[in-house]
């Protein structure tokens, strides 16, 4: 089963569909739960990830505004999904019933 | 302030692969907060460097291979550093074109040069030559395998597997070629090595010194001996000799190599190891790697030939005459005449407080 860190990574590439990167899926991270997500824990993590092919990168183009440097694209795999489903639905159960749950 | 840390950030950035740190300065350029981005890239690299460890081949390759290698090519770039500059000496510091009118000095020079290229500077040129291979690999990139990457085909024995996986650093699976085979780059910790071994010896003689002089109770021995890690140009220093100091320093001499050195060694031997089981994706890298092992190999058997033999040759006794006699003080200020030693065998050795080299002879 998918890490916490991991299953964030996963949701906000996830979210980001074709327009999921490094830099894009720190800023999610970051947005959407508040907390910091350092690049040294998130290509780690994204390295971990492909071997366990959850997703798959790809070196995507260069653009102007990165100072002409190529992105590393990231793509949620089929397996990937299914551990996203299996750790959400984990996270469901243990939490029913619990008074923060139902906040 | 941000320019110097964008700078800092591409430096930090050369320990990461090319294709991550294309990746990840691009990443750094577009969020534009460069001072927290510097301690992101600073934090990558040291999880990656991390990661080198955490397995028990690297550990395994250093202990086998790493150290007993650093100690034999310490003491040889230690020799070479410290005995060039002490030979180097007298003649910068004496420096007189009349001298090439003399064929001793015609003869000796230039033997002496030959000497001190063959046995010292050369070998460490070879290695410095090597780093610049690997070196240039880092402009590679993702889609197009770097020059100097590895591709070490699955069957090869467990020690090579080994030593080239401490050497060459992380795997990645090779998607290029559809071979099962393992990617290995040369960007690895050991390669990484040389560069802290050059600052780290840069500064730390300047830092020892400063230390020492701090402890009023440490014996010289202790300071010299500490000192003596980086002898050349510790020696040029307190002789105050500037030209000396300059000299060891340019000469590839103490401090960069005597920690950069030992460390290229392992990179030979995986580079000579690998030679027949691996497939370069530059022909002419691979030619060049072996061209350098077979000058150092042969450079290394030559000095080894060429190593002076203690040859004693006394005057045969008709030829002998007797000392004459002379009184000097001694330590103590005690008076010494040599009629009192006379029958018995005398040592006499004329040195000069000033020679590193005279004192280090005295028993």
Redesign the interface.
Known sequence: MLGEFEYLLVSAAARLGEDA???AM??EIETLTGRRC????L??TLDRLEGKGIVETW?GE??P???G????MVRVTAKGIEEAKEFYGAVSSISKGLSWASQ | MKRICWQLAQLLSEALEPAEREAVLGDVFEQGKLFGSLRDVFGLVVRRQANLWMAWRPWAVAALLVVPSAFLLAFHSAHTSGSSAITFWPYLNNWDWNLLNLPAFRHDFPKFLLDVLLNGYIPLGCCSWVFRISGRSRFGTRSSVPSSVVLLLRGVRPGRRAATYFLRGQQQSSERTGLRATVLSRHSACHRLPVAGALAGAFGHAAWRAVAATLPNLPAWAVDRCAGFVRADGLASDLQLPRVAAFSRAGLSATGFRLAFPTALPGLLADFLLGRSHLSSSKKDAHRMKTTILLLVTITLAAAADAPTVSAQLQPPEERRPLPDFAVQDARGKKITMKKYRGHVVLLDFWATWCHGCKEEIP
């Open positions: 990167y490094g830099a720190r800023q350092s690049l040294g824990a290509y780690t070196t260069a653009t505004e990165r100072g440097r190529a992105k590393r």
